[in-house]
């Protein structure tokens, strides 16, 4: 019985791969059934492709990888989405760009997609953006991120209007928040 279910979700998880259906309309019925540890699943690397180019396009870069947008992009993918200590403040108060590696890999398939269409955050996050994207565009960035594995330190905590931060700070004199 035991092996029996082993070698289903096997199955389950090699199956966009040897369908050709990495990110095509099979992948997202490729729900894991508990928060995935970097590593331990087989990752299809179409998807894993499509999720760094995604990445790299969608801007994620700019504000969760130190030194990202000073060095024009040449930073090492094993540096990308650390989070960064470089603060953002403004009329919302002040907020650090999360470490993503340590963040996102909380997230099984079914979970994530409920968070990345419902979460909202402090500027200048764009959530508003993440909602739009589609099921095979946030599995690919997860599943990038899982390839990627976890690494860094949790990014500081957001401080409220009126306290500031001792670091390196970005101002904004207006918010988009809603
Ligand atoms: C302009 C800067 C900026 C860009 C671009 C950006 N982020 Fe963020 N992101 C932030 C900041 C700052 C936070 C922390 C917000 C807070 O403290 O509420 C954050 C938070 C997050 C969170 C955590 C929210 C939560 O509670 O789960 C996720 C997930 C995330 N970003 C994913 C992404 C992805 C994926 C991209 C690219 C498509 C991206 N971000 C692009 C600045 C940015």
Not at 58 to 67: E, R, V
Not at 87 to 107: C, D, I, Q, V
Not at 111 to 119: E, I, N, P, Q, V
Request: hydrophobic content about 40%.
């Amino acid at each position: 019985m035991k092996l029996h279910r082993a070698l289903a979700i096997t199955l389950l998880a090699v199956a966009p791969a040897s369908c050709g259906l990495a990110y095509g309309a099979g992948s997202a019925k490729n729900i894991q059934a508990a928060p995935v540890v970097a590593g331990s699943i087989p990752v299809a690397k179409a998807e894993v492709d499509r999720g760094r180019y995604l990445v790299r396009i969608g801007g994620c870069n700019d504000c969760h990888t130190a030194g990202y947008a000073a060095k024009a992009g040449h930073v090492p993918e094993q540096e990308w989405l650390l989070g960064d200590s470089t603060a953002h403040e403004g009329p919302w108060g002040t907020s650090f760009p999360t470490n993503l590696r340590l963040t996102m890999l909380r997230y099984n398939d079914q979970d994530w997609l409920k968070h990345a269409r419902s979460f909202a955050a402090r500027p200048p996050m764009p959530w508003f953006t993440m909602h739009e994207m589609t099921d095979q565009d946030l599995l690919a960035i997860l599943r990038f991120v899982q390839w990627l594995g976890p690494k860094g330190e949790p990014a500081p905590p957001a401080l409220p209007p009126g306290e500031s931060w001792i670091g390196p700070v970005v101002r904004y004199s207006v918010s988009n928040a809603p």
